[in-house]
């Protein structure tokens, strides 16, 4: 059943709007839940054109957070900070790994390495380097 206190209020926020209502409050278009149905319409079309006219834009400060908690530099345990945002401490952080990660990389890779075609084990450039652990074997019943 609708309640017709709520259709009153939806009512009474649609006046706000002009042409929206064709009269006066009918209980009848109440009972239908006219009311509630138009002003939820009208709110999310306006709620729409709002976000449409002001698209998020994520600060650079929580856009760093983000890539180094992407990274692995932070966990979902961490939180982020405002006030280490405002010292511009998660870019800076962000700037230094990455400038870690371009001298680091200036090194010859392993392929650039292994040019000789040794290693044809574990050792190999192509090979899998995981390690799985065996499980310990059961011991026999005596």
Known sequence: MTDLNQEQRAYDLLQWVPYSLPGFFDDDLAVIGFYTETQAQKSDAALKAWDDDHPFVSSPELTAFKELERLGIYSQSDFYSPSKAKDGAYSEQLKRRTASRVINSSSPT???????????????????????ARRPRRRARS
């Not at 392929?111 to 995981?130: F, M, P, V």
């Open 110 to 132: 392993r392929r650039e390495s292994n040019s000789g075609g040794e290693g044809t084990g574990l050792d190999a450039s192509h090979a899998k380097q995981s390690f799985r």
